[in-house]
């Protein structure tokens, strides 16, 4: 009897992904490659999770790395026999022989096609003139799982940014050219919000601010036009980002009380979702009372959270893990240093693993918690863990502020300079 693949399924709710919408994104992948629309269906995607199929396809598997960011074996599927030899092959290179040619394929493809509706048959879609349906919808959503997923991977590039506007332009176009019931509009709409919501955010992250609020103003229309609750408190969320970093912390916590307002905040999770948040914006206006009052009801409501309901994919970052990270950055803003250092073990312990860029901030921040604590031998140490590729938006602007307290905190220490001696290089 075949085991059940409990791997992929874990990978699948993570990125919030159904059978169906990991079907579409596997053709989408492979689509890049062939020029032809992926044959992957629902009964294949449950022939992997169910365990029944063991090793897929060559650019199945390869699909489905790039849209995991991870190797095939890690997904929970085990290679042929032959390819377990006396001499096995490292789990990073457990492929035939053909794979090699196909994986430089796959990497330059998806690295920025796959994102972009242009090169996904996105104008073959939006040319037709049937009646739009859910299998549309399904294509877009996993699209923006796609998304999402890059994002957590790399952070606010200015890359994921335009693929995000690409596909809000593209969900627009499909509602102004094709007939749709009114649930299907509703849905188009809440995706167009979506997409221009992860836009507004990774360009909040990439520190481009001007961009992000115009963004801002389309993605809280879309999100009014979807009636989507659970969209416009995402939009609110990165509303009160956007504020927080042009230094309006009032209209951050007036963003806050926006999206307490929604039907969906009455959810746990949603609300401490928000308290945390809040939070953080009564941290920046040194209210440390406020601001603790908040990180205790943000603890509270995700205690009481049900974590196994169904919610959507881009509310699936929000675990244990990032409250430990919003609350990290609160205490930061506090002084707590000590308090932050724990909030930052904490976030390192149980952040997942596709989740590079709050990997690379929690460092940021556990650099700064330690000089705070007067280490600066170990707060530099944490800094040079940081990866080079992960040295942008919001984590660069943390280690350039890290380098300034760094100077003024420890001039003499052998530890400043052999920062600023790597730093230069």
Same mark, same amino acid.
């Given at each position: 009897?075949a ?30 490659i ?42 929970g ?37 796959v ?30 799982? $796609? ?7 790399t ?159 881009? $509310? ?8 430990? $990270? ?25 952040l ?45 602007h ?10 003024a ?17």
């Amino acid at each position: 009897m075949a085991e059940v693949n409990e791997e992929l399924t874990a990978r699948m709710r993570d990125l919030g992904l159904t059978q169906e919408e990991l079907a579409e994104a596997l053709n989408t992948v492979i689509e890049q490659i062939t020029g032809r629309f992926g044959t992957v269906s629902v009964r294949t995607i449950h022939n992997f999770t169910s365990g029944r199929t063991r090793w897929p396809q060559a650019r199945q598997r390869l699909a489905l790395e790039a849209i995991f960011g991870c190797a095939a074996t890690e997904l929970g599927f085990v290679p042929h026999a032959r390819a377990t030899s006396d001499h096995p092959i490292p789990a990073h290179a457990q492929h035939h022989e053909e794979e090699p040619v196909l994986r430089r394929e796959f990497l330059a493809a998806t690295s920025a096609a796959v994102l972009s509706p242009l090169a996904s048959g996105a104008p073959a879609t939006a040319s037709g003139s049937g009646r739009l349906g859910q299998s549309d919808v399904n294509r877009l959503s996993a699209q923006f799982a $796609l998304i999402i997923a890059s994002d957590n991977r790399t952070g606010g590039t200015h890359r994921v940014e335009q693929a995000a506007l690409g596909w809000a332009q593209h969900a627009l176009h499909l509602q102004r050219t094709r007939p749709a019931s009114q649930r299907v509009r509703g849905q188009l709409y809440g995706l167009a919000a979506g997409f221009m919501g992860s836009a507004l955010w990774a360009a909040i992250d990439g520190g481009r601010l001007g961009p992000a609020r115009q963004h801002l103003h389309e993605a809280v229309s879309l999100a009014g036009l979807s009636g989507d609750s659970s969209m416009q408190f995402r939009i609110w969320g990165h509303a009160g980002a956007l504020y927080r970093n042009l230094g309006q912390c009032t209209s951050a916590l007036a963003a806050d009380e926006a999206a307490k307002r929604t039907r969906v905040a009455r959810d746990p999770l949603y609300a401490s979702l928000v308290h945390a948040r809040t939070a953080v914006h009564h941290a920046d206006l040194h209210d440390r009372q406020a601001a603790l009052r908040c990180l205790g009801l943000a603890e509270s409501a995700l205690s009481r959270a049900d974590g196994d309901a169904l919610r959507p994919s881009w $509310l699936l970052f929000y675990d244990s893990a990032e409250f430990h $990270l919003l609350a990290l950055t609160a205490t930061t803003s506090l002084g707590l240093w000590d308090q932050a250092e724990a909030h930052a073990h904490h976030t390192l312990a149980k952040l997942r693993p596709d989740l590079k860029r709050n990997r690379a901030l929690t460092q940021a921040y556990l650099a700064h918690a330690q000089l705070g604590q007067h280490e600066p031998g170990l707060a530099v140490a944490t800094a040079h863990r940081i990866p080079a590729q992960a040295r942008h938006g919001r984590t660069a602007h943390l280690l350039n502020n890290f380098g300034h307290r760094l100077h003024a905190l420890a001039p003499n220490d052998p530890a400043t300079r052999a920062w600023f001696e790597k730093e230069l290089l």
